[in-house]
């Protein structure tokens, strides 16, 4: 008997050189072995392959520890694995432009439309459809975003992980940088999913597995 009716990927693929969030943001992927030399080197009895991987936090499909935002907020390697396996309940935002906000009211629109209420101890996936954008020129500020007040109404719903398909989730004016509400939340970020339609099962069936890379 199967236990999930369907699994799906939300993650980007990675690739050498693809675009990231920032200047600083990059992968590199280069071979260390491969099967020809490898092979050569054992008169053919054995080869093996493999690749160095150079990659940035904060590209593609990545996960945002509290301590990004808070010097006091646990590190991935030290965030609990039990707490990254939730219900899930994901939300549409689809009809949302460019720069524009993502306010209260419309998370409460679209928490109507998906049938049921946001609960604690839920990962909270906002689908805005922009991941159809994902590494042409300007993705990075060419989105929705989520506004302070709401942000903060957010952290009161006891969620215990945001998602979406947005590189980043705060105003994209110029001149801003991550609000101060990121510092008052204890739950992790996962950003730049690559969004799918609402499945056809109950929103209350999903679950959701974030599973980051553990750096010391």
């Given at each position: 008997m199967a236990l999930f009716k369907e699994v799906v990927d939300l993650?980007?693929?990675?690739?050498?050189?693809?675009?990231?969030?920032?200047?600083?943001?990059?992968?590199a992927f280069w071979p260390v072995e491969t099967h020809e030399r490898s092979a050569a080197n054992s008169q053919g009895q054995l080869s093996t392959?493999?690749?160095?991987?150079?990659?940035?936090?904060?590209i593609s499909?990545?996960?945002?520890?509290?301590?990004?935002?808070?010097?006091?907020?646990?590190?991935?390697?030290?965030?609990?694995?039990?707490?990254?396996?939730?219900?899930?309940?994901?939300?549409?935002?689809?009809?949302?432009?460019?720069?524009?906000?993502?306010?209260?009211r419309d998370?409460?629109?679209?928490?109507?439309?998906?049938?049921?209420?946001?609960?604690?101890?839920?990962?909270l996936m906002a689908w805005t459809g922009q991941d159809r954008?994902?590494?042409?020129?300007?993705?990075?500020?060419?989105?929705?975003?989520?506004?302070?007040?709401t942000a903060l109404w957010l952290v009161d719903q006891g969620i215990s992980l945001f998602g979406s398909d947005l590189i980043g989730i705060d105003p994209v004016a110029k001149d801003a940088n991550h609000d101060p509400w990121f510092h008052t939340r204890p739950w992790p970020v996962a950003q730049n999913f690559k969004g799918a339609a609402p499945p056809d099962a109950p929103a209350a069936s999903i679950v959701t597995a974030s599973m980051p890379s553990k750096p010391a």
């Open positions: 993650s980007h693929e990675m690739f050498n050189n693809m675009l990231g969030v920032s200047a600083t943001s990059m992968a392959a493999s690749k160095m991987i150079l990659v940035s936090e904060h499909t990545h996960f945002d520890a509290p301590y990004h935002f808070d010097p006091q907020g646990l590190t991935a390697d030290r965030y609990p694995l039990e707490k990254l396996i939730l219900p899930g309940h994901l939300l549409d935002f689809t009809a949302k432009g460019i720069r524009e906000a993502i306010t209260q998370f409460e629109m679209a928490v109507e439309r998906s049938g049921r209420s946001i609960t604690p101890g839920t990962a954008n994902w590494g042409k020129p300007g993705f990075a500020k060419e989105r929705p975003y989520v506004d302070r007040q």
